[in-house]
């Protein structure tokens, strides 16, 4: 959020619960409750939407006000399909969660897949599913929130939370943590409800593992203290009206028994989160009864009919973004190294792949089948290592001799595996990249000078980074509409940032993305672009032909594709050639000495008109490649 929006957010926050001085007692209570609100507070709200929806008798004609909170009951009124819902909150984390929840009713692909998003929040692909279905799609405010540092900016994204059981997060899962905690110091384990079969034994459990926790003395002096209930949302001003003889602990007992002992936790998932700490599973038979079917809403698109062979939930994820999301095993197109040639199989056809939990268990370790073929043999050849060569290496050898595989190198990672690896290098870096690399990487400033795009004219670049590049391209270009994408979420988190600081977000929009194999239509809503421009990513792209050949196919027609990248440094002395490479190499950065030839192919291939520059005696390179009009 702008820090314009957290001012006006948390003046009207002082304005709804500052009722006295500031130094008096009720003043300091009031201004402690004030500062906690501030963040997330309810990951999930306790109000039953079903008793309010039959209060409520909504009709398609009505336009309902209501409190935004977590935002499970904004949505669940939806299902009676109102004309309008206002959802208002003094929480700027509340509006920015509604808001993501609402995204995610129109983007993710199947409801199984909202449910692992907010229903489980505890899965890492929910932050893959982030970038590639909701973060396109929200508002820069939005955006910035999740994707915000926690811990003054020095912890994980706020995103992140939905990787690691989102409801154990804000005021209310860290108060309900300490409550757990509290209760196993006393060796009391509250999830041991939740395997009642019963009300029966629901009660019978209450009463003789829970119920004495409220008797002890730790808890009775902690509710007498109305700043240990802050985390359930209660304001001083309510602690009173809640207990008006002081005895909370008295009062918090019998709301947890009533919890715990009036409904069966087959049917009521508020238990759930109170003793277990998340919702059931779906799937599970004993809580079937408390997750209602899917219901198609007003707002949720048309499912797409899924291809044949994928479930619905990968049916829409981009094919090499799909790493991390379950999906079913099929046959391989090719069942082996060799089998085309299939007297030389080294694995029957029909042997049966089952788990091998060892290397012995491998199939090679229970058949002694030559790799060969038995018609075939290699003749016998030495083969030379330093100081002394084996001789007779026998290439019909039984696989039973192999212990371990090596890897194979698929030559292409997944979008999450690139993901993972550039967040890896950069995590810390981004925090420095623009101060420092200004000193090597050279040629940017004029690169950007030679954009010169037109009114309304559309720049791409390819590996934005920080967003340095598209901030002083805009400035310089104010006509203009710039967009960029880049595989680290970690810098586009800095990008994002840079962006709005500048007051740039109206015109400058970044997004996570495989330079090599995106969308320009699902990202940006266009299909070709006037200027796209790439500075030093090649050199850290495996796929950098097939990031070229996308690029060029990208452009409109008169448009140009500007390159900037490390050259073959010919004309600089060899010794310095030589640590150079290896010093970029720690960073898996590879100076791309076939630019020249690989962009002379493309060009002849469209049409197109070709530029090569090598300033500073080759130690980068300049390409301009024009599409014919």
């Known amino acids: 959020m702008t820090d314009n929006a957290r001012a006006a957010a948390s003046r009207r926050l002082n304005d709804a619960v500052r009722r006295n001085r500031t ?90 897949s909202f449910y692992r998003f907010f229903g489980d929040a505890d899965d890492r692909s929910n932050v893959d599913a982030y970038w590639c279905h909701l973060a396109a799609h929200l508002d820069p405010d939005t955006r910035r929130y999740w994707e915000r540092r926690r811990l003054f900016g020095f912890g994980r994204q706020r995103i ?68 240990s209930l802050y985390g359930l949302g209660i304001p001083p001003a309510q602690y009173g009206a809640l207990a008006p003889s002081g005895d909370m602990a008295s009062v918090l007992r019998e709301r947890v028994e009533r919890l715990a002992c009036a409904f069966s936790f087959s049917e009521n998932y508020f238990a759930w989160q109170a003793f277990g700490r998340s919702y059931p599973d779906p799937h599970q038979r004993r809580a079937a009864a408390a997750l209602p079917a899917p219901r198609q809403l007003r707002c949720h698109p048309r499912p797409r009919r899924p291809r044949r062979g994928v479930q619905p939930l990968v049916h829409r994820i981009p094919r090499n973004a799909a790493g991390r999301f379950a999906r079913p095993l099929r046959a391989a197109g090719c069942a082996g190294l060799d089998e085309r040639r299939p007297a030389q199989r080294a694995v029957a056809r029909d042997h049966p792949h089952g788990q091998a939990g060892r290397a012995r268990d491998l199939p090679h370790r229970r058949r002694a089948e030559p790799a060969a073929g038995p018609d075939r043999r290699c003749d016998p050849r030495s083969l030379a290592l330093p100081g002394r060569a084996i001789a007779h290496a026998d ?142 990513s090649l050199s850290m792209i495996s796929r950098w032909e097939a990031v070229l050949e996308h690029a060029v196919g990208l452009l409109a027609p008169d448009g140009e594709l500007h390159i900037v990248d490390f050259g073959g440094q010919e004309r600089l002395p060899q010794w310095f050639r030589d640590l150079l490479r290896q010093w970029l190499a720690l960073f898996e950065v590879t100076p791309r000495d076939r630019l020249e030839a690989t962009l002379t192919v493309l060009a002849e291939r469209r049409g197109a008109t070709l530029t090569v520059e090598r300033p500073h005696r080759g130690y980068a390179q300049h390409a301009i490649l024009r599409r014919a009009a």
Not at 80 to 103: E, F, G
Not at 497 to 522: K, Q, Y
Request: net charge positive; aromatic share 10%.
């Open 23 to 112: 130094l008096s007692r009720a003043g300091l209570a009031e201004l402690m409750f004030t500062w906690a609100f501030k963040g997330l507070v309810y990951p999930q709200i306790w109000e039953d939407p079903e008793i309010d929806m039959e209060a409520l008798a909504l009709t398609p004609d009505c336009h309902l006000v209501t409190i935004a909170s977590g935002g499970c009951n904004v949505l669940s009124y939806l299902v009676d399909d109102p004309k309008r819902i206002t959802a208002v909150d003094l929480s700027l984390a509340h509006v920015a969660l509604n808001r993501l929840k609402l995204t995610a009713v129109q983007r993710l692909p199947s409801w199984d």
């Open 160 to 227: 992140g939370m939905f990787a690691r059981n989102m409801y154990r997060y804000g005021l209310l899962g860290t108060s309900i943590g300490i409550g757990h905690l509290v209760a196993r110091i006393y060796g009391i384990d509250p999830r041991k409800l939740l395997h009642a079969r019963s009300l029966d034994e629901q009660r019978e459990l209450y009463r003789t593992s829970l119920a004495p926790l409220f008797e002890k003395r730790l808890v009775r002096w902690a509710t007498a203290r109305p700043l």
């Open 395 to 536: 290439a019909t050898r039984p696989f039973g001799d192999l212990w371990r595989l090596p890897p194979l190198c698929l030559g292409r990672m997944s979008i999450t595996q690139s993901t993972a690896l550039m967040n890896r290098i950069y995590r810390h870096q981004r925090l420095v990249y623009d101060p420092t690399r200004k000193y090597f990487l050279l040629g940017r400033d004029r690169l950007i000078e030679r954009l010169q795009p037109r009114e309304g004219h559309e720049v791409l670049e390819l590996g934005c980074g920080t967003g340095r590049n598209l901030i002083l391209a805009a400035r310089r270009y104010p006509k203009a509409r710039f967009f960029g994408l880049d595989v680290s979420t970690e810098m586009l988190t800095s990008a994002i940032e840079a962006i709005a600081r500048s007051g740039l977000a109206a015109r400058v929009r970044v997004t996570h993305a495989d330079a090599g194999g995106f969308n320009p239509r699902e990202l940006f809503g266009t299909k070709r672009f006037d200027r796209i421009f790439i500075s030093y």
